[in-house]
C-alpha cells in the first residue's frame, strides 16, 4: 500500500513518540497496573487524543487514517496504551463528536481532545455485553435533571475518566427504541467509579465499573434525541472496530518486529534461528498477515474519511487484525522459547494483550454476525 | 472388631437437571452419574478408623445390579475387606422394610459386633433402612449419630437433634448406629490401595442363595408404593425487604420463622 | 483394541478428579497469585501415592504404570496446571530415569524420597545458550579423585527452587560430542550448587522455577547416573517419556477449559436465551471437544506403547505432546471466547488457563521440535 508522504512523516513522528515517551514504561505499567498519567499528558500535547477532530474543538485537524496510524504506533510498544487512546477518541469522544449541539461540542470536546481530561464510553454491563441492547441502567427525568441508575463494567478508563457517554433505557419496555445515550461528568452526585477489574492483559490500562445509584445530571446531558442511543452507540462502535484493529495490527507489529530480532541472534544447532525452516515459516505468515491486516485496517479508515458507512469494513478489519494479532503474538512466544515467558521480552505481554482484541468492542462472533448481515441481509 | 457397613448407590443430583420421568414415579435418570450415598461414606470411613484402632475386618454390603460394584469396588479401595452384592431383578422397588429385611436376610450368615449406615439416602431421603434393619437383627440402634465411642463392648453414640442438642445412648455391641454426615473426614483411596481393591472379592448373593421368595420382595412384597413424584410448585410472590441490614434481618427472621424454616 | 479403561484405572481416575476439586481447585487461583509452591498440595498427594506413581511399591511408590500416570496428571492439570506439571516432573523426569538407568544402590537412596515427597525432583537439561539444542550446553564435569567437578548453570528449571534431587546433565568428554554426555544426581546441600532467583513467568507460576547454578560443585562419584557418556540417551528417552505426561496436562488444562466453557454457556443469556444455543457457540465447544478427544486418545496411545515396553515411542510420545498442546491453545483461546469480557479477568479461572498453557508448545521440546522428530521417525520407517 503507497500512502501519501504525508503519511509516512507522521507515522515517523509518532513512532518516535512511542519509543522515547510510550516503551520505556510499558512493562512497568503492565505489571503494576497503574495507569500512567504522564503518557496521557504527553499524547494531549502532542495533539494524539483528538487526531481525527476539527481544530476548532481542539482536535489535529487530521483524518481517520492518521488516526489508524497513531494507535497502531502506540500499540506497537504499548497495548495499553494504546487502548487507552482509542477508548478515549472512539469511544469517549466520537459519539459526542457525531452526535453533540453545537453547545455540548463546544463544552466537552477542547478539554478531550487536549488531553486535559480523559473520556470513556459506559455500554456494557455485567448482563448486556454482546447484547448491548439488554441495558438495564434507567434513566429518568425528574425536572431539569436527569436520574440515573445502574452499574456499567468493564469500561475502560471508567474509574479515571472525567467524561463518560452512557446509554440509559428510559422505557424498557421499548428494547432498543428505549435507549438514550448520556454524558456524565466525573463528581455527577450519586456516581461513582466501581471496581477495577484485574486482567490477563492489558493492565496499565484501567478497565473499571460505572456505578449510579440516583445520579444526578443536567437535562442538557442528553446526547442526541430520546430514544436514539441505540443508533448512537452503533454507530460509534463502527468506528470503534477500526481503532481496535488498528490496536491488534500494532501489537501485532509488534511481536513481529521482536520475532525478528530474535530470530536474528538466536543460535541453536550452530545455526541462528532465522535459518530454520520451520521458523521461516512462522515470520513469513505473521508477515503476510499482518500486511493484510493492515490493508484492512487502512482501507476501512480511508472509506470512513471518505463519508461511507463503514459497518461492513470496519467490522471485517477488527477481525481480521485481531486473528492475525492472536496468531502472531503466539509464534512470537515460540520464536522466544522460554525466555519467550519471561518479562525479560515483551513477547508475553503482546500476546496476553492481544486476546481482548477479539473480544472487545464486539466479539469475534459479533463481527462475523456484522458482515454476514451486511451481505446476506437480515 | 467385624464391623458390617451398608451403602447404596445414589444418582448425583445436585447439580444435574432432574426431570421426572413417563411414570410420574421416578426421575430420568439416564443422563445421571452414580456414586455412594453421601453419609454412607462417613459410615465406611468410621468403620474403617474403627477397625484401624480395633482391628477387624469391614465387610460392605449393597443391594443392586451390577453397576454397584463400582461404589463396592470403592469401598473396599477405602478399607474395605469384603462386600457382598445382593441381587435379583425381582428386588426393585423394593420399600424400606423390604430393603432390611434383606439385609436382614444376608446378615444371618455374618458375624458382627456392630452395623453402621449412613442415615438417610440422597435419592429417596426416607431414612428408614437403618432403624427397621436393627429391628429385624432384633440388636439396639442409635441414628444420626455424630460421635461413636468404643469401650469393651459397649457402644456409647452421641446422636445430634434439633435446635442442637446431643442424645447421649449407650448400648451393648452387637448394635447398629446410622451415620451422619460430618463425623469424620472420609480418606481419599490411596493408589495402592484401589490396586490391593482389585483383589479383593465382591460376592454377589442371589435371590435363591438368600432363600427369600419373589412375593416377599419388590414392588410386590412392599406395602409401600411412591405414588407420584414432583417438583415443587414455583411461586408467584416476591416481598422486597427494605431497611437497615439489622431491621431486614429481624423481619427475615420472623417470616422464616413462621413457615417454620428455622 | 479396547477403548475402555479398567476398573483400576477408573477408580484411580476418580478418586484424584474428586481430590483435585476439593483440595487442589480453591487453592489454585491463590497460589497463581503468590507464586508460592503448594506445599500443602504435595504433602496431600504423596500420601495418597500421586508423587510416585511409576515408582515401585518397594521403593514406596505405587507401581503403576504411565497410563495411570497420564490419568493422574490429567486430573490435576484440569483444576491446577503447576500442581499437574510438579507431580509430572516428579514421576517421569526424575523418578523414571532414575528407576530405568540408576543403580540398585541409587534407587533405595532416592526414590523413596521422591515418592514420598520428603524431596521434589526436578531435571536440569535446558540452559540458557542451550534450549531446543540441547547438546549444545555447556556444563562440565570432571572427575577427580572420588567426586566430579560439576560447572555450568540450567536455566528455566521446574520445581528448582524446593527441588532436593536434581538429575543435571554435564559434558565429561566435549571432544565425543554427544556421547561425552553424562547424568548425575544432585543433591541439595552439595557444596557448590545453589539455586536463582525465582523466575517470574506468565503460567505454571507456581511451580519454583529458576536457575540451578553449580560452581566447582563436588557431586560425589557414586551419583553418576548410568555410565559416563550415557546423559545423552538417557536425556533423549526420558524427555520420551516426560512428554506423555505434558501431553496429559495439556489435555488436562483443555478439558478444564471445555467444562468451564461448556457451564458459563449454559448459564450466560444474551439475545433473550442461552448463549449455549448460538451456533459460534456450539461450534466453538464442539471443536474443543473433538481435539481433546483426539488427543486425549493420542496420549492414551503414547502410554500404553511405553508400557508394552516398545523399545522406540518417540513418534508416539512426540505426536501426542504436540498434538494435545496445539489443542490446549485453541481450547483456552475459545473457553475465554465464550466467557467473553468475563474470560479477561483474574475473577474467572480461565483466564489463568489461558497463561498457563502456552508454555505447553514449548517445554520438553517446541512444537517445531516434535515435528522434526516425527518426521524423522516416519522417514526412518519406525
Not at chain 3, 343 to 356: I, T
Request: hydrophobic share 40%; aromatic share 6%; net charge negative.
Amino acid at each position: 500500500m503507497v500512502l501519501d508522504t504525508k503519511y509516512q512523516r507522521f507515522r515517523d513522528e509518532v513512532r518516535e513518540f512511542a519509543t522515547q515517551v510510550v516503551a520505556p514504561k510499558a512493562s512497568h505499567i503492565d505489571q503494576t497496573g497503574e495507569f500512567s498519567w504522564d503518557t496521557a499528558k504527553e499524547m494531549g500535547r502532542m495533539g494524539l487524543l483528538g487526531i481525527p477532530f476539527p481544530k476548532k474543538y481542539g482536535g489535529a485537524g487530521l483524518d481517520h487514517l492518521s488516526y489508524a496510524i497513531a494507535v497502531e504506533e502506540i500499540s506497537r510498544v504499548c497495548g495499553s496504551t494504546g487502548v487507552t487512546l482509542a477508548a478515549h477518541v472512539s469511544l469517549g469522544c466520537y459519539p459526542i463528536y457525531a452526535s453533540g449541539t453545537e453547545k455540548q461540542k463546544r463544552k466537552f470536546l477542547p478539554p478531550l481532545l487536549k488531553g486535559d481530561k480523559i473520556g470513556s464510553f459506559g455500554l456494557t454491563e455485567p448482563n448486556a455485553g454482546s447484547d448491548a441492547g439488554a441495558t438495564e441502567t434507567t434513566a429518568e427525568l425528574a425536572g431539569d435533571e436527569w436520574i440515573i441508575n445502574g452499574t456499567k463494567r468493564f469500561i475502560t478508563s471508567g474509574a479515571i475518566a472525567d467524561t463518560m457517554v452512557i446509554t440509559a433505557t428510559q422505557d424498557r419496555s421499548k428494547g432498543v427504541h428505549g435507549i438514550s445515550a448520556f454524558i456524565v461528568e466525573k463528581g455527577s452526585p450519586g456516581f461513582s467509579p466501581g471496581r477495577e477489574e484485574e486482567k490477563l492483559g492489558l493492565r496499565g490500562s484501567i478497565t473499571s465499573e460505572l456505578v449510579f445509584e440516583d445520579c444526578r445530571i443536567p437535562k442538557e446531558n442528553l446526547l442526541g434525541q430520546e430514544y436514539e442511543g441505540f443508533k448512537i452507540f452503533m454507530q460509534t462502535l463502527d468506528g470503534g472496530r477500526i481503532s481496535i484493529g488498528a490496536m491488534a495490527l500494532g501489537i501485532g507489529q509488534g511481536a513481529l518486529d521482536a520475532s525478528i530480532e530474535y530470530a536474528q541472534n538466536r543460535v541453536q544447532f550452530g545455526k541462528p534461528l532465522r535459518k530454520f525452516q520451520l521458523i521461516q515459516r512462522m515470520i513469513a505468515d505473521m508477515e503476510t498477515e499482518i500486511s493484510a491486516a493492515r490493508h484492512l485496517v487502512y482501507h476501512a479508515a480511508m472509506l470512513k474519511d471518505g463519508g461511507e458507512v463503514v459497518t461492513k469494513e470496519g467490522a471485517m478489519a477488527k477481525l481480521y487484525a485481531s486473528e492475525a494479532c492472536m496468531r502472531a503474538t503466539s509464534a512470537a512466544i515460540q520464536i522466544h522459547g522460554c525466555r519467550g515467558l519471561t518479562n525479560a521480552y515483551p513477547v508475553e505481554r503482546f500476546f496476553r494483550d492481544a486476546k481482548l482484541t477479539e473480544i472487545g468492542e464486539g466479539t469475534s462472533e459479533i463481527m462475523r454476525i456484522v458482515i454476514a448481515r451486511e451481505i446476506l441481509g437480515r | 472388631m467385624e464391623i458390617v457397613v451398608c451403602v447404596k448407590r445414589v444418582p448425583q443430583t445436585e447439580e444435574a437437571e432432574v426431570i421426572v420421568d413417563s411414570s410420574g414415579a421416578d426421575i430420568v435418570k439416564d443422563r445421571l452419574t452414580y456414586d455412594m450415598n453421601e453419609s454412607d461414606v462417613y459410615a465406611l470411613e468410621e468403620a474403617v478408623l474403627l477397625k484401624e484402632k480395633f482391628g477387624g475386618t469391614v465387610t460392605l454390603v449393597s443391594i443392586g445390579p451390577q453397576e454397584t460394584d463400582d461404589v463396592l469396588r470403592m469401598g473396599l479401595a477405602k478399607g474395605g475387606d469384603v462386600a457382598l452384592r445382593l441381587w435379583d431383578p425381582c428386588f426393585v422397588h423394593s420399600d424400606g422394610y423390604v430393603t432390611a429385611s434383606i439385609l436382614a436376610r444376608a446378615m444371618k450368615e455374618i458375624s458382627f459386633d456392630l452395623v453402621l449406615t449412613g442415615c438417610i439416602a440422597t435419592d429417596d431421603g426416607r431414612s428408614q433402612v437403618g432403624g427397621m434393619l436393627a429391628g429385624l437383627l432384633g440388636i439396639p440402634h442409635a441414628s444420626y449419630v455424630t460421635r461413636v465411642e468404643i469401650e469393651e463392648r459397649t457402644v456409647t453414640a452421641h446422636s445430634e437433634l434439633e435446635a442442637g442438642l446431643i442424645q447421649v445412648n449407650r448400648m451393648p455391641m452387637p448394635a447398629l448406629l446410622t451415620i451422619q454426615t460430618g463425623i469424620n473426614e472420609p480418606r481419599y483411596a490411596s493408589l495402592i490401595s484401589i490396586k490391593r481393591a482389585t483383589s479383593k472379592e465382591i460376592r454377589v448373593l442371589t435371590m435363591d442363595d438368600l432363600g427369600l421368595e419373589e412375593a416377599t420382595v419388590g414392588g410386590m412384597g412392599s406395602t409401600t408404593r411412591i405414588m407420584k413424584l414432583a417438583p415443587p410448585e414455583v411461586g408467584k410472590r416476591a416481598e422486597i425487604l427494605k431497611g437497615t441490614p439489622e431491621q431486614v434481618s429481624d423481619t427475615l427472621t420472623e417470616i422464616l420463622k413462621k413457615k417454620g424454616m428455622i | 483394541m479396547d477403548f475402555e479403561l479398567t476398573q483400576d484405572q477408573k477408580l484411580i481416575q476418580d478418586m484424584v478428579r474428586r481430590f483435585a476439586i476439593n483440595e487442589l481447585e480453591p487453592v489454585a487461583a491463590e497460589i497463581d497469585r503468590t507464586r508460592e509452591f503448594p506445599w500443602q498440595n504435595i504433602k496431600k498427594m504423596a500420601e495418597l501415592g500421586l508423587l510416585g506413581v511409576i515408582v515401585p511399591e518397594q521403593y514406596g511408590g505405587a507401581g503403576l504404570d504411565f497410563l495411570s500416570l497420564a490419568l493422574v496428571i490429567e486430573e490435576i492439570s484440569k483444576v491446577c496446571a503447576s500442581t499437574g506439571v510438579i507431580v509430572a516432573v516428579n514421576n517421569s523426569l526424575v523418578a523414571y530415569p532414575i528407576l530405568n538407568f540408576g543403580n540398585g544402590d541409587q534407587h533405595k537412596k532416592y526414590l523413596p524420597l521422591l515418592a514420598k515427597a520428603e524431596k521434589i525432583g526436578a531435571i536440569g537439561l535446558t540452559e540458557p545458550n542451550a534450549g531446543s539444542d540441547v547438546a549444545a550446553f555447556e556444563s562440565t564435569a570432571v572427575l577427580e579423585g572420588d567426586h566430579y567437578r560439576l560447572n555450568g548453570t540450567k536455566r528455566f528449571i521446574t520445581n528448582g527452587r524446593e527441588a532436593g534431587v536434581c538429575i543435571v546433565f554435564a559434558y565429561t568428554d566435549k571432544s565425543k560430542g554427544h556421547r561425552g554426555m553424562s547424568a548425575f544426581v544432585v543433591e541439595d546441600g552439595t557444596p557448590g550448587f545453589s539455586k536463582g532467583e525465582h523466575e517470574d513467568l506468565m503460567g505454571l507460576r507456581s511451580t519454583g522455577n529458576c536457575e540451578l547454578i553449580f560452581e566447582d560443585a563436588r557431586v560425589p562419584k557414586e551419583n553418576l547416573l548410568g555410565e559416563e557418556g550415557q546423559g545423552f540417551k538417557i536425556a533423549m528417552h526420558t524427555l520420551d517419556v516426560s512428554r506423555i505426561d505434558i501431553g496429559a496436562q495439556a489435555v488436562g488444562i483443555a478439558q478444564g477449559a471445555l467444562d468451564a466453557a461448556v457451564k458459563y454457556a449454559k448459564e450466560r443469556k444474551a439475545f433473550g436465551q442461552s448463549i449455549s444455543e448460538f451456533q459460534f457457540i456450539q461450534g466453538m465447544l464442539a471443536e474443543m471437544a473433538t481435539q481433546i478427544m483426539a488427543a486425549r486418545l493420542l496420549v492414551y496411545h503414547a502410554a500404553v506403547v511405553k508400557d508394552r515396553g516398545v523399545p522406540r515411542f518417540s513418534k508416539e510420545s512426540s505426536m501426542a505432546k504436540w498434538f494435545a498442546s496445539e489443542t490446549c491453545m485453541n481450547a483456552v483461546r475459545m473457553a475465554v471466547q465464550v466467557h467473553g469480557g468475563y474470560g479477561y479477568s483474574k475473577d474467572y479461572a480461565v483466564e489463568r488457563f489461558y497463561r498457563d498453557a502456552k508454555v505447553m508448545e514449548i517445554y520438553e521440546g517446541t512444537s517445531e521440535i516434535q515435528k522434526v522428530v516425527i518426521a524423522r521417525s516416519l522417514l526412518q520407517g519406525t
